[in-house]
């Protein structure tokens, strides 16, 4: 099993930054990917970027240019590096990393921000 506790969620107005982060305890001797969805109110969940264990990386196309995602492995970390937020990136983001077969979701982290 694996439990992934995220944090850095917030409220911050339109032009800010926040970081999140999402580390992983537990069996993490294989954690392949790890990355980001969101889900905005009356809207699917979307994914927002991921990286591979090599640290290839890939970013939702909008998204492009503001987020940024890395990985520490020594600490089984992901983190995601949002900047000039905008009030259409408010949304609940997921942590969400596989190891192995298995895939793991974060319990969600809030993400408000206000114009």
């Known amino acids: 099993q694996v439990q992934l506790v995220e944090s850095g969620g917030g409220l911050v107005q339109a032009g800010g930054s926040l970081r999140l982060s999402c580390a992983a305890s537990?069996?993490?001797?294989?954690?392949?990917?790890m990355g980001w969805y969101r889900q905005a109110p009356g809207k699917q969940r979307e994914l927002v970027a991921f990286?591979?264990?090599?640290?290839?990386?890939n970013v939702a196309g909008s998204l492009k240019g503001r987020f940024t995602i890395s990985r520490d492995n020594a600490k089984n970390t992901v983190y995601l590096q949002m900047n000039s937020l905008k009030p259409e990136d408010t949304a609940v983001y997921y942590c969400?990393?596989?190891?192995?077969?298995?895939?793991?979701w974060g319990q969600g982290t809030q993400v408000t921000v206000s114009s």
């Open positions: 537990g069996s993490t001797f294989s954690i392949n990917v």
């Open positions: 990286i591979t264990a090599g640290g290839s990386t």
């Open positions: 969400n990393i596989k190891v192995g077969p298995t895939t793991y």
